[in-house]
């Protein structure tokens, strides 16, 4: 395992490799890592040669300055368990490798993806931070695959939405959210959770499993599925940024489920902590706590 911290020593390392024929698989993360990320990393070491990992807060994508000085942050410890997990290569570039002072560029998409629910709450620069830091080290490492998890189900319909519009030449692969045994979607931020705050965090998951429950009993009107979440969310104290059913591709409020591709998304401000999470709702698909 390697720990590189330059685009140029990046290259450097992969150059040969690629050139041999070996396949890349990337897992671009703002590390303090947790079992949800390091399955991202085991299934890309399952389908590629080498795998590189970053490891990089990037700041253009908080909207607020006090969540990205307490996002926590483990180098040596994250490390330590990308490589554990199957990482060949942890690229952890500095903020003037990624950004130095002469960067000027946005990479911005348009549209409802990107101006609803996490667009709304966490404003404009949210998503153009995401879309612009994920080209530039898309274009950095150059992999094959590129693995994003759906617990981020928002941000994964932005980066396929990015490549399909830039053409960019990687497969995008994305991997189901992993959770707590109680189902509490894992999150770098959970560590912020003090006991008493972790006890309502929960109500998130609860919620969308409850609403997924009255999917599975055969509700296929959002106000009855969203119901059935909000009868958890207001037992769990839980006031919610956003509840809603929406379109996976488009990411529009859905009034009934009658196909395949709605997901129910929910997002909420537990204490200083902004937590959010997601389920599916297709028939056939059995996630979250059995
Ligand atoms: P982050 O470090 O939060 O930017 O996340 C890096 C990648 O890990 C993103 O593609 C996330 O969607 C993914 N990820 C975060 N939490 C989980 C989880 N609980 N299960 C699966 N993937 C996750």
Redesign the pocket.
Known sequence: MTVVRTVADLRALLESRRATGHSIGF???????????L??VHRASVDNDIVVVSVFVNPTQFNDPADLQAYPRSEQRDVELATGAGADVVFIPGADEVYPPSFTATVALAGPIVDNFEGAHRGAAHFAGVTTVVTKLLNMVGPHRA??????AQ??RVVRAMVSDLNLDVKIVD?????EPDGL????RNVRLSPAERAYALGLSRAIFAGKAAFGSGAREATVILAAARTVLDEFAVHPEYLAVVDSDTFFPLARVDQDGAVLVVAAQIGRTRLIDNVMLEASQQDGPQ
Do not use: I, N
Request: charged residues 15%; aromatic residues 6%.
């Open positions: 897992v671009p993360t703002m590390g303090a890592l947790h079992a949800g990320h399955e991202l693995y994003f998890g759906q617990k981020d941000q994964l991997v189901p959210t992993v959770r979607a894992l999150s770098s």
